[in-house]
């Protein structure tokens, strides 16, 4: 099995991501790291060059490669949940992990991460803050219908996110 961390831009997916796979002892991948290195482009630049559409689809395939391996946990892309075939396949293939943070904390979180903020390309040609709070409440249902269970980062330290996700693991195999 797998953990796949979901949820909007910001709200801790790479961070958490890295301690909670230290934790387990699991590997770490992140998907836009790994389409970064597949098409030799950032994602800025792949989505100016080719757009959204074609970097859902090569978001799509690593998902799809992602999903035939075990024993890793992976931080995906915001949008990773537009696609439904993503859905089907990292819930049959691992455990999806919702990580929330309210409007506030994400547009605090993004302006602190000056480094990445080039890397996040506009998803609607909006100003970034205008379209946080949009986007978020859009994608909020389908990342309610991806996740076996969710976790609110707001005021969680990284490693206190990876420790309610390691709690939250029983609760899911009981499940099923």
């Known amino acids: 099995m797998s953990i796949f961390l979901v949820g909007y831009r910001c709200t801790g997916k790479t961070t958490v991501a890295k301690v909670l796979s230290n934790k387990l002892g699991l590997k770490f991948v992140d998907t836009d790291q790994m389409i970064t290195t597949e098409v030799g482009l950032d994602i800025a630049e792949f989505v100016a060059r080719r757009g959204w559409g074609a970097f859902r689809e090569k978001e799509k395939e690593v998902i799809s490669k992602?999903?035939?391996?075990?024993?890793?946990?992976?931080?995906?892309?915001?949008?990773?949940?537009?696609?439904?075939?993503?859905?089907?396949?990292?819930?049959?293939?691992?455990?999806?992990?919702?990580?929330?943070?309210?409007?506030?904390?994400?547009?605090?979180?993004?302006?602190?991460?000056?480094?990445?903020?080039?890397?996040?390309p506009s998803l609607t040609g909006q100003g970034r803050m205008e379209e946080i709070a949009r986007v978020s409440i859009e994608r909020e249902p389908l990342y309610k219908a991806a996740a076996h269970g969710h976790i609110d980062t707001e005021g969680l330290s990284i490693a206190e996110a990876a420790e309610a996700i390691i709690a939250l693991i029983p609760t899911i195999k009981k499940q099923g």
Not at 103 to 109: A, K, L, M, P, S
């Open 66 to 120: 992602l999903s035939q391996l075990d024993g890793q946990v992976v931080a995906t892309g915001g949008g990773v949940v537009t696609v439904p075939e993503n859905l089907t396949a990292m819930r049959s293939s691992g455990w999806v992990i919702w990580l929330q943070a309210s409007v506030d904390t994400v547009r605090q979180r993004m302006s602190a991460d000056t480094t990445a903020n080039n890397d996040r």
